[in-house]
């Protein structure tokens, strides 16, 4: 079965801190990968997605990931974080043949900013 | 905003009753989407429903039941509710493009509603 494995569970930073968060997903074939944000008391709202071309891919205030298939991963980076990033992240996988919407999303990772 | 609204936003039942969690689809959205966050994990699929009819379902019990209707809103019903069901119920709405209702995946979700099962 597919599965989406996001290693931390919770970070902390101080602003302007470098953010990396990992994910890996489990499926050989073709994925669309995506990661989603959730601040707090708002909806879940898509950060970036990967389909196809360029494995580097940039999203809303400053994020980007990258998509390496030979290790399943597709990590989110931001090179100088704020307080308002303060949210949770979940990244998520959906085959690529498009079929359904069903999406297969990580456990979540906390992200706290401290000013 | 999403454009994506649910109803109830909070709700109370207890273990055995059937509770029915209604969404509005974002404006020129066919397809919606439920899920199942519990507390602490990640949303998981539970069915998508696109010209009204199931379209793919996650791992479920069949007393999670749903539907559609013409102008693309949906329901979700919970039949003989159980402690587990307890959860953040995440409806989301999208744009498929294929005869078959394939979807990218990238879905605009409401603010779900909030079960808690006595």
């Known amino acids: 079965a597919q599965s989406v494995s996001q290693h931390n569970h919770h970070v902390i930073l101080s602003e302007a801190a470098s953010l990396e968060l990992g994910c890996n997903y489990s499926y050989g074939g073709t994925v669309n990968l995506f990661w989603y944000v959730q601040y707090p008391g708002q909806h879940l709202q898509l950060l970036l997605k990967?389909?196809?071309?360029?494995?580097l891919v940039k999203g809303i205030k400053g994020f980007e990931a990258e998509f390496i298939k030979s290790k399943f991963s597709f990590n989110l980076r931001k090179p100088s974080v704020q307080w308002s990033d303060t949210a949770e992240y979940f990244c998520?996988?959906?085959?690529?043949?498009?079929?359904?919407?069903?999406?297969?999303f990580g456990q979540g990772t906390t992200l706290q900013v401290k000013p | 905003e999403t454009g994506v609204t649910q109803s109830p936003t909070h709700l109370i039942k207890t273990r055995g009753q059937q509770v029915t969690l209604r969404c509005s689809s974002q404006s020129g959205h066919n397809t919606v989407s439920w899920y199942q966050q519990a507390l602490g994990q990640g949303p998981q699929f539970i069915f998508q429903?696109?010209?009204?009819?199931?379209?793919g379902r996650g791992n479920f019990p069949p007393r999670f039941s749903g539907l559609q209707f013409p102008n693309y809103s949906s329901e979700l019903n919970v039949n003989a509710l159980e402690l587990d069901d307890s959860a953040l119920y995440l409806c989301a709405s999208s744009l498929a493009l294929g005869l078959a209702g394939e979807n990218t995946g990238e879905l605009f979700f409401g603010e779900g509603s909030r079960l808690t099962v006595l």
């Open positions: 990967y389909f196809s071309g360029d494995p």
């Open positions: 998520a996988v959906n085959h690529g043949s498009g079929n359904t919407g069903k999406l297969i």
């Open positions: 429903y696109y010209r009204e009819e199931e379209n």
